[in-house]
């Protein structure tokens, strides 16, 4: 089963900021809408934003002018910058990857990131 790699999260005090990093297989990067969505318990995984293979990024009211999105095509990784984080940012965060043609969406295995003082 592929998983993706992700990297970066913890714990970060409220206005603070910090990065997720995920590195999806090269083949399944190169032809895949990637993103980052996020899960707390009790409530359905959510989008937090997603970027096509042609860099249009589509963000989550919540986060939008906090959060940016981008992808590496050289390294072939996508990046997740936050910033002005608030408690209510605290989830589990997971990579995402869906390829454009088989529509199969592949996961990564989730990154806490914690919002406290």
């Known amino acids: 089963q592929i998983q993706l790699a992700e990297s970066g999260g913890g714990l970060v005090q409220p206005g603070g900021s910090q990065n997720l990093l995920c590195k999806p297989p090269g083949n399944i990067f190169r032809m895949s809408t990637a993103g980052w969505y996020r899960e707390v318990p009790g409530k359905a995984r959510e989008m937090v934003a997603t970027m096509t293979i042609g860099n249009v990024a589509n963000y989550a009211d919540s986060v939008k002018g906090r959060f940016t999105i981008s992808r590496d095509e050289r390294k072939e990784t996508v990046l997740l910058q936050m910033s002005s984080l608030e408690a209510e940012d605290t989830a589990v965060y997971y990579c995402?990857?869906?390829?454009?043609?088989?529509?199969?969406?592949?996961w990564g295995q989730g990154v806490q990131v914690t919002v406290s003082s």
């Open positions: 995402s990857a869906k390829h454009i043609l088989t529509e199969a969406t592949y």
